[in-house]
């Protein structure tokens, strides 16, 4: 899609062509100028040397039989990642999205991923901090601080890394405390009024206690004007920056063959996310445009203006801390195997307001408060391995337990344009309908003034139907964990490696829910007891003379626009039938995964493996209200509450081949990998409208390449590169039971045999760094990263109007300072020319009202846009 900010883009590519052509002669007269001792010899010498702890112990990239991109400190600075959203442009086939609040954050690997918007679903790609599982990819989303290194590891990997990483890891290891004193300092500003500094200081206690500490504090204005209509919202921009963060570390190693090292952190997020655009503007706007008192919503749409529209506050508010301890002993026994504990105690939380209807029409919303919005995990988590190697054999054995307590309070509140909105809606659509049919007959129906019709239905005065809390459900969801593995690779020859990996993993999770409605639910109630009726009595003072017509045609009439009316008016939060439930819901799961790996080294360049591996992601519960036609989670649409939210277990079959070969005296890394995955009852959790769906599909297959490049240049002296490029063919299976699944109504009738959203065909990934001298005393440094994404669908029901069209992000940053860098200043750009994407297309809530047909005039459809062009300064210092 073009940016509207041409100007933006030529800019950027000026400064970009000057920077290329500087670095072009940079590197000539690098070529011709020997190189100088600048104590920077302790650099690895090649790139075979890259270690990695994809099986987690120490073992060389190029010896690894898994799917692997790994980034260093030095990347990862100079792509300017902090947490691992950012970090998703250094690494083909990674997708990392946000919705409607950025504690609702969601990775995908080769097309696979745990749809967001609830916390009941687990993730699809696991998160790892410094050895810590945590329980959703929202709480890894944050200043991940001093980063050694990430590790992204593609395909089912739950033998080493537990259950929920059905389609991959991403494992992150921070710095560790080391014995020389030293400080560092960063001061950042940026446009949108960006400005951040951080600090860090590490020292040694004692010959064998050392300690780090790092802090940083970030603030930046929104890039989304936000037109707040009569409020009462008052901030005018959206998607700002406001948080800190402190994280401390204490080594003790008290002999030379025992260290532990004891972690705590904390992050808090004080912000405005998230508004969304509209992409397509339908045919309800005019109506909430009266009802906002005009300029309530885009019309036209004109999503890459970068206007929201939204008169309820969506400020959020996340706390994140934790703490853990890690034990490493080498101990006497078996030929000396290492045994290590890693116990942590986690907490996070987050309190979001919300106006679901995206419109400064005062319809729906939710208030930014604990007693309305609150989500929160306490979780404590405990790990022990067993490491032991001989001459032909390497082994591991563990235990892994979990205890994660989830707190959910989930509201919706009813503005005062709720009911004359849905009202006209309906009104319009039943009375216009009726007119049509009855005008034969020579019946006139009273179409006039539809937004009193709903008041009709009920008997009730208008404006009191729907009113105030609507909605106030307390989720309480206990999820106990226990597990044993193991991970065995024996060295049957000096060439061949045959890994045997398998886990056993027992899961119990118990959910009390309670669910009321504050409001009453008024205008849901008076018509429950008698829809026919109801309906009846307001068609006839609509002028539909109902008892001088036929019984049949009565039926008729009754039978199509009862249901109709009732099931707009008993919306899920609106629907008398939810309060006062309480339900209980248990399941237990007792599942096997594993994986067979045969790694054979052809010489000393060339490695190709064959493995078969099969993941493990775990049910759970849809903690959302959930009402269907006949109390059934699979059921069509319909206002009976539904008691069993559960889904099964999600499960994938892999396999992979792959070769790895080492280049030019290891300066050069050439991988490449082909996959095949076939899921059974992937996970998909959908946005229909009005609410959230899970639906278990019983096939999904991701097929295709995976291909890394690596290299560092033996002549000139800082040149390196990194980049990759994946093909991947991402499907639905072609027989999905449901009425959801069926042309040409159901909601999700474009899945089977489709190509899965969020993933393209074709995803490529480069980074290109220069470092050279300046004189004696300088250097200066260069990067450019790109992620080029071909074209895909950002919404779960693949509908036409959330297409995004192929797109490339480029970042750059050029850097000067010090030899021994002791300081150095450094311009740097993100998304540098400022290509307009979308994150996550989605129905307009209560807005997408036609038929799930592509082009639909009645339907809005709505989008979280990706972040636009951000440019800055940095200056660092270092002791």
């Not at 702890?53 to 073992?59: L, N, P």
């Not at 005009?294 to 801390?321: C, E, F, H, L, V």
Request: charged share 20%.
């Amino acid at each position: 899609m073009s940016s509207q900010h041409p100007q933006y883009k030529l800019l950027a590519a000026a400064v970009l062509a000057a920077l290329v052509s500087m670095s072009q002669v940079q590197v000539a007269q690098a070529q011709d100028a020997p190189p100088a001792n600048d104590g920077r010899d302790d650099e690895p010498a090649t790139l075979a040397t890259l270690v990695v702890t994809a099986q987690k112990r120490e073992e060389a990239l190029q010896d690894v039989p898994i799917s692997v991109t790994v980034m260093d400190e030095q990347l990862i600075r100079d792509s300017g990642v902090r947490d691992i959203k950012d970090m998703q442009v250094l690494v083909p086939g990674l997708t990392v999205t946000s919705t409607q609040n950025e504690a609702i954050t969601t990775a995908r690997i080769r097309g696979i991923g745990t749809v967001g918007d609830n916390v009941g679903l687990e993730s699809s790609v696991g998160v790892v901090i410094d050895g810590v599982y945590r329980p959703r990819n929202s709480i890894g989303f944050g200043d991940l601080g001093e980063i050694e290194r990430i590790e992204v590891l593609k395909g089912p990997q739950g033998t080493v890394f537990g259950k929920n990483t059905s389609a991959g890891v991403i494992n992150v290891m921070t710095r560790r405390p080391s014995y020389t004193q030293s400080a560092e300092g960063e001061v950042t500003a940026g446009n949108y009024g960006a400005l951040g500094v951080s600090g860090s200081y590490n020292d040694a206690l004692s010959d064998n206690a050392a300690f780090s500490v790092y802090a940083a504090k970030r603030k930046r204005d929104g890039w989304m004007d936000v037109r707040t209509g009569a409020g009462p919202r008052t901030d005018t921009e959206d998607y700002d920056q406001n948080y800190h963060t402190l994280r401390g570390k204490l080594l003790f190693e008290p002999t030379e063959t025992l260290n532990l090292q004891f972690s705590a952190d904390y992050t808090s997020r004080e912000e405005n996310c998230c508004t969304a655009v509209q992409l397509v503007t339908g045919g309800t706007a005019p109506i909430i445009n009266a009802l906002g008192g005009g300029n309530a919503i885009a019309m036209p749409a004109d999503p890459y203006a970068r206007i929201a529209y939204s008169n309820r506050s969506t400020s959020q508010d996340i706390k994140d801390k934790g703490v853990s301890a890690q034990v490493d002993w080498e101990t006497p026994w078996f030929g000396g195997a290492t045994l290590t504990s890693i116990t942590a105690q986690r907490e996070w939380q987050a309190i979001n307001g919300l106006d679901y209807d995206f419109t400064t029409a005062d319809i729906l919303y939710r208030n930014a408060d604990a007693d309305e919005s609150f989500t929160g995990f306490d979780t404590f988590s405990q790990e022990l391995r067993l490491t032991g190697a001989t001459d032909r054999f390497d082994w591991m054995v563990g235990f892994f337990y979990s205890d994660e307590d989830l707190d959910r309070t989930e509201t919706y509140r009813i503005g005062a344009a709720y009911e004359p909105y849905l009202s006209t809606l309906v009104g319009q659509q039943v009375l216009g309908g009726l007119a049509a049919q009855l005008a034969p007959l020579g019946i006139v129906v009273d179409t006039a003034n539809p937004a009193t019709f709903m008041s009709q239905v009920s008997g009730q005065p208008f404006g009191t139907n729907f009113t105030g809390l609507g909605a106030l459900d307390r989720h309480d969801q206990s999820a106990k964990s226990q597990a044993i593995f193991t991970n065995n690779t024996w060295h049957a020859t000096d060439a061949l490696d045959l890994t045997l990996g398998l886990r056993y993993t027992r899961e119990k999770k118990e959910l009390t829910s309670v669910y009321s409605n504050p409001n009453g639910s008024v205008g849901c109630g008076s018509v429950l007891a008698n829809p026919a009726g109801r309906v009846a009595a307001a068609l006839t003072a609509r002028g539909v003379p109902l008892a001088a017509l036929p019984p049949e045609v009565q039926a008729q009439i009754l039978g199509s626009v009862a249901p109709q009316v009732a099931g707009f008016m008993c919306l899920p939060w609106a629907n008398a039938l939810h309060h006062g439930r309480m339900t209980r819901q248990e399941r237990e799961e007792k599942e096997w995964s594993g994986t067979l790996k045969a790694a054979y080294r052809w010489n000393e360049t060339v490695m190709t493996y064959l493995s078969a591996a099969r993941g493990y992601k775990g049910g759970g519960f849809n903690l959302d209200r959930v009402q269907s036609s006949n109390g059934l989670s699979s059921g069509g649409s319909g206002i009976t509450p539904v008691d069993d939210t559960s889904f099964p277990g999600e499960f994938v079959d892999s396999y992979e081949l792959g070769v790895r070969t080492t280049w030019a005296g290891g300066n050069l890394l050439l991988n490449a990998t082909l996959f095949h995955q076939t899921y059974d009852d992937f996970q998909l959790n959908s946005f229909l409208g009005t609410s959230f769906v899970v639906r278990s599909i019983p096939k999904v297959v991701s097929q295709g390449i995976d291909t890394e490049v690596l290299w560092q240049s033996a002549t000139v002296r800082g040149l390196t590169l990194q980049g990759g490029l994946m093909y991947a063919d991402t499907r639905f299976g072609d027989d999905i039971p449901g009425a959801d699944f069926q042309a040409p109504g159901g909601a999700l009738y474009k899945l089977p045999g489709a190509r899965m959203p969020f993933a393209p065909y074709w995803s490529g990934s480069g980074s290109a760094t220069y470092e050279w001298d300046l004189g004696d005393r300088l250097l200066a440094r260069f990067n450019i990263g790109a992620k080029y994404m071909s074209e895909f669908n950002t919404g779960s029901d693949l509908d036409a109007e959330k297409h995004q069209d192929g797109f490339t992000v480029v970042n750059a940053r050029l850097g000067f300072g010090a030899r021994d860098r002791r300081w150095m200043v450094e311009l740097w750009g993100q998304n540098i020319f400022d290509e307009d994407y979308v994150q996550v297309g989605f129905d307009g809530p209560l807005q997408a009202v036609g038929s799930p047909q592509p082009g639909d005039p009645l339907n809005t459809y709505n989008g979280f846009l990706g972040a636009p062009a951000t440019y800055g300064v940095t200056f660092r210092l270092r002791y």
